[in-house]
């Protein structure tokens, strides 16, 4: 079972590239989100998205781009790196959001960039 | 002030010892609440959630005090498969009628032989 797949599992980027990274699910679920996991700081949510064609901003949008063309995927973009975009990086799906429901969060497995 | 505070540890306990993990929360107006487990360098996963009675699966026992804003994990006969972080997580209202999950910074959990 394919579940949550995120690529690259590593990068090295150099300050002002850009790159984007990918989520894809195959769960058929409504909700998907980006979070970045720093040491000390726990998991902090970048973006987030509803459905496809519907994106809104989390904790720590700044210098990231997101879109939803298809339920299926959910690609990150970083517009132009800094070291401070230093991080481990989750993608999460699950079935609802919406209020008064609950299903699990999914993640996939981490992508581990360093930006120098 | 974070939303959801752990303590951070490291918990170093020998197998089979009772350790527990406690987390509180600032906004009362979060709804669910769960503890996720993360081995080193993996993605986080669901252990388990927590209710309002407390919940029990297996050697893990969960407890809500809503009134104190505060979330206690239990784990009893610790094994050396225990060793992990666990994250306290909250699900609280953000924008728009949906929710978001806020994640504590994990308390660790070394068991030794």
């Known amino acids: 079972n394919a579940g949550v797949t995120q690529t690259p599992k590593f990068q090295v980027l150099k300050t002002g590239q850009s790159m984007t990274l990918q989520c894809a699910q195959d769960?058929?679920?409504?909700?998907m989100s980006w979070y970045r996991q720093d040491p000390g700081m726990g998991l902090r949510l970048i973006h987030y998205s509803v459905g496809a064609g519907i994106t809104d901003q989390g904790e720590v949008p700044n210098g990231y781009n997101v879109s939803r063309s298809t339920t299926e995927d959910f690609p990150l973009r970083l517009l132009s790196a800094a070291p401070s975009q230093t991080s481990v990086y989750f993608c999460?799906?699950?079935?609802?959001?919406?209020?008064?429901?609950?299903?699990?969060?999914?993640f996939g497995q981490g992508t581990r960039l360093t930006v120098v | 002030r974070k939303e959801v505070e752990q303590d951070p540890g490291p918990f170093n306990v020998p197998e089979g010892a009772t350790v527990a993990f406690n987390c509180t929360y600032s906004?009362?107006?979060?709804?669910?609440f769960f503890w996720y487990r993360q081995d080193c360098r993996k993605e986080p996963k669901l252990l388990m959630s927590?209710?309002?009675s407390g919940n029990e699966d297996g050697r893990f026992t969960a407890q809500l005090n809503r009134a104190s804003q505060y979330i206690s994990l239990l784990i009893r006969d610790s094994k050396l498969s225990d060793s992990a972080t666990y994250l306290c997580?909250?699900?609280?209202?953000?924008?728009?009628?949906?929710?978001?999950?806020?994640f504590g910074a994990g308390t660790r959990l070394a068991v030794h032989p």
């Open positions: 906004n009362s107006a979060s709804q669910s």
């Open positions: 997580v909250v699900k609280s209202p953000w924008a728009g009628g949906y929710n978001k999950l806020i």
């Open positions: 769960m058929n679920h409504e909700y």
């Open positions: 927590v209710y309002s």
């Open positions: 999460a799906s699950s079935y609802s959001y919406s209020r008064g429901s609950y299903t699990e969060a999914f």
